[in-house]
């Protein structure tokens, strides 16, 4: 999701620094030697020597994982196949539905239980929540009407349900190999509160529901059967499953969902049919119905009810919305330049949101930019929507963004989108690491919104380091409250991955970034998976870097002073010291302005820092000159401490 606060708080030093920009056809800065290549191999194929978890071990003992950063011969994750039947009634704001699931036992253990998700079940009376809910809210959670595993009923009374889970003993237990099938009928009312935490009654004809059919929670490899409770804050993590989904709305709604629309040619009336078709191979924004149109009941089929048909494949999630009279734009972006695969890009929104008429226009081009240069992977879904709701919030194919200002658009949708790759395609678990998505997520925006407006920002929120709420990214996200959550998934993931692309270089980082994805889209990557495929892509042991930014208490801080020295090497009368204070490697930015009225800058990456030893690095400056002034940093490196980052002659 976006982080609200920091999203729209900026803070104020950033203004005062020129941007230190980057040039993405840099060639790798580094050559290493083939033998320091070989040998850095052999130690790293061995073990790490960063922190790392005990109940980890096993994975790496029983080759599921390699110290490499690749899946192991024996890398196994469960999925399931679900075939969902689900109805809206706005009027009683009832969801209901039935589903049938086949769940595939790939693991090597014998299951004796089966870990349902219901969700709903956040509004429960008692439910354990990290923020209030309006009273009006809270109900009795998901009804379950009928549940059965493999064709004999299972009496839910009887099963263990606390928090938002379902945990169903099996009467015969899971073998290795096998598959099971349950079946379950469900039912909940949807909160009405506008503020709701993920749904969205927009209004009382429009809605977004994520969340709404009881999930199979992961089982894997790192953590077993995953147990942190959906309390309103902490995302998701999900198997790769596939969705056959049949959605009932009374006659005149749209629905727009995850996956594909399979019998858009039975509901559309033939004019919308036709512009629904070319949008999807036009390159401009086509208009497929209005407000106007919607409300004159020419859209879709005249019916009381209508059945929208989607199916979506391997995909983490499923999600809808649905509406009787919101705008809907589409067009097509070419996501592989090779196959010439495009993806379709739909924006649905109430009349009275502005900024939502750019919003079908900024997802397309933000795709194409993500497909070609960061993360410079092709977009891997079909489609997209961005649906005008009531949050920040992304799923697969789908995405609820409130309206927000002309400033903020931008942003938000591509944030959103990009959330695409992590923790979707990449199959994060965002409950223990989300600063492997959301950091992500921060750090494409960043660039993908300055590409697109054509302007060089700063990076908001760095203001939090060094305070005591502050905790390293490698905290389990479930153990944080929101604030500490906010910095550790976003704000110091983000920059840590801002230093890092500076200090490979574009082409380096790229190829890091983007064999990671070919190994793990469409698996579960642990952070060693990412820690140890950039060490090994890039050629370069990062561990100096990942430990002081991912696992430890701390700050960063540089220091500056001038003094005057004549180095009979270098011919400078004034060298610059630049004293690492804090702990966090950051580039070295140094801005100096010269008694002749000229300017100078130096610039060394994070790099500069790799040896822990190397506390001061000295930089001579110009011969013959006379520094005045001089500052240190840079819109986006983060410095705790501004004032010692001023020099003046005194
Ligand atoms: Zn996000």
Known sequence: MQNKGIFFHQTKYFGTFAAHTFTYDMKPQYIVGLILISGFFQAAAQKTTLPFPRNFEKSYEKGIRNWDGTAGPNYWQNRSDYRINVSLNPKKKLVSGDEEVTYFN???????????????????????????????????GVKISGLQIDGAAVATQAQRRQNTFLDIRLAKPLAPKSSLKLNIAWEFTMPADENATRECICDP???FIPYFYPEIAVYDDLHGWASAPYNGLQEFYHDFSNYEVNITVPGGYQVWATGEWQNAAELLQPT??????????????????????MKSGLVLKKAKKNIFRFKATEVPDFTFAVSDHYNWDATSVIVDDKTGRRTFVSAAYDTKSNDFKRVARIAADG???????????????????????????EYPMMINDASVSDDFVTGLTVHETAHTYMPFMMGINEQYYAWMDEGWANFFDHFLADSLEHKSSGIFGAGGFGNDWELPPMVPSRAMDSRSYGFAAYTRPQLAYVQLMDMLGYETFHKCLTTYMDRWKGKHPGPYEFFNTFNMVSGKNLDWYWKPWFFEFGYPDLNLTISKMDNAATGASYVAYIKRVGLLPVPVNLEVEYSDGTKET??????CWKNSDQQVVQIPLEKNKTPVKATLGGKTIPDSRQKDNLWKLP
């Open 602 to 607: 130096f610039y060394k990456t994070a790099e």
């Open 367 to 393: 795709i194409r930019l993500m497909s070609t240069w960061l993360p410079g992977y092709p977009f891997p879904y079909p489609c997209l929507t961005v649906f005008n709701g009531n949050d920040g919030m």
């Open 106 to 140: 790939n693991s090597p253990d014998t299951l004796k239980m089966i870990r349902l998700k219901l969700q709903h079940d956040l509004y429960k009376k008692g439910g354990q929540r990290a923020e209030d809910l309006p009273v009006a809210d809270i109900t009795d």
């Open 272 to 293: 919308y049919l036709h512009r629904w078709e070319k949008a999807h191979t036009a390159t401009e924004v086509i208009s497929i119905c209005s407000e106007a149109e």
């Open 205 to 207: 004809s429009t809605y």
